[in-house]
């Protein structure tokens, strides 16, 4: 019998985040460790990434947008100042870990513990009974897999052959961040993040203005149909899709909204103020770090988190076939 594990405070709406915070999985008796990045940092050189260098700027961070989730903190809006900073044009795909792992031999939290979640329709139905050894209670789409990491998605039998542009995931807040290192970048700021993502517009629901699909347009991958039953892909997709398959916004980042989650720099908090501030890095201290961007998942009925100024959380420890990054550097 599946049992049911208990989570630590979220905000509403569990669907985004899977956490291993509280669940009754033990990891491996023997966890590897992985090599020190400084033992192995000349193994190979980091391949150059695309980036955009954006200058100084003050935007409106955060939203009164009346549809955001209770308790996720979106506002007040507040004006913020940045110094100049690059951010990655795309997500770091399989294609790009993969080179990290080959330099480097660094082996993620996932596989250390010997599972991470997977969205249950991922799972073939014929082997759900043989792959899921846990789900979350208040999210019980979210099954824990023995097996799922990185190089397999969704668990056992499943690989990354075909997917080396699509945005890495299973991927944790302290591997995004070994990751970051050995590249010699850093994860953005949740400040950072937000401007880059809200494209040079100003308080825009989403990166290209106001309404999802203009047209009948569809601009990201996000969730059509009815959650978490069906997924009709009207997008071209069920699952993560290429970085590169949606345009850009106006500064030219690729898959700011939707795919799948982007970690944040910053410890989780709430109760911001409406003052200005200077290049915000979060609280000092915490148990969880912000995530950004919404994922493949999301949907209007359940989930409106696909909008640059919408938070989200998580333990730094935990993954998820839904949850990657990239990364950013401070100018010069």
């Excluded at 992985?34 to 100084?56: D, F, G, N, T, Y």
């Excluded at 294609?95 to 660094?106: L, R």
């Excluded at 969205?119 to 050894?133: H, K, N």
């Excluded at 069906?230 to 345009?247: L, N, R, W």
Aim: charged share 15%.
């Amino acid at each position: 019998m599946t049992t049911k594990p208990t989570t630590p405070a979220t905000p509403a709406k569990p669907c985004c985040a899977a956490s291993r915070a509280g669940s009754s999985i033990a990891a491996v008796s023997e966890q590897p460790s992985s090599p020190s990045l400084l033992e192995s940092e000349s193994a190979a050189v980091p391949p150059r990434r695309a980036m955009v260098q954006l200058p100084a700027a003050t935007f409106l961070m955060g939203t009164d947008y009346a549809r955001s989730n209770p308790g996720d903190g979106e506002g007040p809006v507040r004006p913020v100042s940045l110094a100049p900073f690059s951010i990655d044009v795309y997500p770091v795909t399989n294609a790009d870990f993969a080179a990290f792992v080959e330099a480097t031999g660094y082996v993620t939290e996932a596989e250390c513990f010997g599972t991470s979640f997977v969205f249950q329709g991922q799972i073939p139905d014929e082997r759900y009974e043989e792959m899921v050894e846990d789900t979350l209670a208040a999210a019980p789409w979210w099954c824990l897999v023995r097996g799922a990491c990185w190089r397999a998605p969704e668990g056992p039998g499943s690989s990354i052959d075909t997917r080396m542009t699509h945005p890495v995931v299973h991927v944790s807040w302290n591997d995004a961040m070994a990751y970051a290192a050995w590249s010699g970048a850093a994860l953005p700021t949740e400040a950072q993040w937000e401007y880059a993502a809200r494209g040079g517009l100003e308080q825009k629901l989403y990166p290209w203005g106001d309404e999802l699909a203009p047209r009948g347009r569809h601009l990201c991958n996000v969730w059509q149909g009815e959650f978490p039953a069906q997924d009709t892909g009207e997008d071209g997709f069920a699952g993560t899709s290429p970085v590169d398959a949606f345009p850009p916004n106006g500064h030219g980042l690729y898959s700011v909204t939707g795919n799948t989650w982007e970690w944040c720099a910053d410890f989780w908090s709430t109760g911001f103020s409406d003052a200005p501030s200077q290049d915000p890095q979060g609280p000092a201290h915490g148990t969880a770090r912000v995530m950004k961007g919404g994922s493949f998942l999301c949907h209007a009925s359940y989930c409106n988190r696909y909008r640059p100024a919408a938070r989200t959380m998580n333990t730094p420890d935990s993954a998820a076939s839904n949850i990657g990054f990239r990364c950013a550097r401070p100018a010069g």
